[in-house]
């Protein structure tokens, strides 16, 4: 099983970005998979949860500093599950983190992408 992001990348303040996390070994949409989330870390900080999205009726959560600005969605037919994000700030900088947590309790995780927000 593995996880892809892609999409990082450099945007100014204000602007936006579309994270992309792809699946080879599995599908999204299986009842294997219970939740899939975004986590991001910063330099000098802990890993922290971004957005999340459960398989069974698609219900999203959101980190309270990214709520209204990012949104977490999923295409089944392509097996991906993305993270818009606008109005990015400076403080959104940090590598993001596709996870897949399964119904057996197993987590996986993508090699990660980085966002960087800059004037």
């Known amino acids: 099983v593995q996880l892809m992001e892609f999409g990082g990348g450099l945007v100014q303040p204000g602007g936006s970005l579309r994270l992309s996390c792809g699946a080879n070994g599995f599908t999204f949409s299986s009842a294997m998979s219970r939740v899939m989330r975004w986590y991001r870390q910063a330099p000098g900080k802990e890993r922290e949860l971004v957005a999340s999205?459960?398989?069974?009726?698609?219900?999203?959560d959101y980190a309270d500093d990214v709520k209204g600005r990012f949104t977490i969605d999923r295409d089944v037919n392509k097996n991906i599950v993305s993270l818009q994000m606008n109005s990015l700030k400076l403080e959104d900088t940090a590598v993001y983190y596709c996870n897949s947590e399964w119904t057996n309790g197993r987590q996986f995780w993508g090699q990660g992408t980085q966002v960087t927000v800059s004037s």
């Open positions: 999205i459960i398989n069974a009726g698609s219900r999203t």
